[in-house]
Structure formats: C-alpha cells, structure tokens
C-alpha cells in the first residue's frame, strides 16, 4: 500500500464548478500535506499546505485535513480551464520524509 | 531569486554510460531532495540532504546510483552505468516544509 493515494482520475468539471480533489494517508505520524499542480510538462508547483485539522482557504483553493480520517482534501471554487493539471498530494513525518500520491488528472472542460 | 536550477534539461546517452545531473538550490535552503519522476511510479524520493550531509537515500535503486552535495550551492545526481529503466524526469528541489521543484532533467538512456 502506497503511504499516499489519490484518485487518479481524469476528474472532468465544468467551468466555474466546485472541483474536488482527495488523498487518504496511511503514516499516522505524517504531519503536513501539501498540495502541488504539476502542468504537463512542467515541474511541481506547491500551491498549498495544511498542518493543523480543520480548513485552510487562499482565494479559490481550500485545503482541508482530517487527522483522525487520514484524509486531506483540495476544493477548487470556480473551477478555470487554466486549473487543468495534475494534482499531488503529499506528506511529511516528523524526519521531513515527503511521501507524493500518484496524483489526480484534473480537466476543466469550458 | 532564480529559483532552483538544473542542467541539463535534457540527456539522451546510450546504455553503460555515465550520466551526472546538476542542481543549483534556493540560496539559504538548507535541504535539498532528488526526486524522480515516471508515468508508472509516479514522483519519487531518492536522497535528501540536509546542510550538505546525507540524511536518507532509502530511496536510491541501486549502487548505480549516487549523489553529492560538496557545498550549499551544488548537488550532483550521478548514474554510472545507466540502463534504460532509468529513463524519467528527474527533479531537485530545495526548502524545508515547502519544497520548491526545479525545472527538471529528461533523461533518456537508449
């Protein structure tokens, strides 16, 4: 079992929808998550963390953590065709070993 | 900033030869990570540093493997000999809890 999954996807959303991106963990002593956009192509992009349980917003993007759940969320508002991208989920431990998910395929289809 | 660097950005080489990748981090980033990229597996971990010294290369395939960090400004990932499963995008990035992805070397090895 891989220590970080996500849904590969493709997920497909209409513009201005609410996409909504998820990733389950199974380290219990993962401490941050991460969520990265990765065009095609391109590098890794960090676009949010989250370290404490509860919901963390920045402009459309809310990240939300569960640790109970081990789970971590990423909601996109008003979703783009520019938002098109992979999503990566990942996590830290307490010796900042950084685990990714495979990542989820997003479209956002205008 | 210019952000993390690498070089090459691309390096298609023939079976048995060696092959050295390069990265430059974030002036005052302490940490430094190898990470490699494939469709079939994903992003993943190889080594980080932590202020020049190795701290985790469980991640490393094999001997053929190896990577340096002589001072706070430069890494090298080397590959000695290369095969064509080796083939992928390889990643350095710099930074603590945020990690930030450098552009990335596409390496093919034939």
């Known amino acids: 079992q891989k220590e970080v999954e996500q849904n590969s996807g493709p997920l497909s959303v209409p513009e201005g929808a609410i996409a909504s991106l998820n990733c389950t963990y199974s380290d219990r002593g993962s401490q941050s998550f991460f969520w990265y956009r990765q065009y095609s192509g391109k590098s890794p992009e960090l676009i949010m963390f989250i370290y404490s349980n509860g919901d963390k917003e920045d402009g459309r993007f809310t990240a939300q953590l569960n640790k109970a759940s081990q789970y971590v969320s990423l909601l996109i508002r008003d979703s783009q065709p520019s938002d098109s991208a992979t999503y990566l989920c990942?996590?830290?431990?307490?010796?900042?070993?950084?685990?990714f998910g495979a990542g989820t395929r997003l479209t956002v289809k205008p | 900033d210019a952000g993390v660097i690498q070089s090459p950005r691309h390096e298609v080489t023939e079976m048995g030869q060696e092959v050295t990748l390069r990265c430059k981090p974030i002036?005052?980033?302490?940490?430094l990570f190898w990470y490699r990229q494939t469709m079939m597996r994903g992003l993943e971990l190889l080594i980080y540093?932590?202020?020049?010294?190795?701290?985790?290369d469980s991640g490393m395939p094999e001997d053929r493997f190896s990577a340096k960090m002589p001072n706070a400004s430069f890494s090298t990932l080397k590959i000695q000999p290369s095969e064509p499963r080796d083939s992928a995008v390889y990643f350095c990035?710099?930074?603590?809890?945020?990690?930030?992805f450098g552009p990335g070397t596409r390496l093919t090895v034939l």
């Open positions: 990035a710099s930074g603590y809890n945020e990690q930030f």
């Open positions: 990942a996590g830290t431990n307490n010796n900042n070993d950084m685990r």
């Open positions: 540093f932590n202020n020049n010294v190795p701290i985790d």
């Open positions: 002036s005052g980033h302490d940490y």
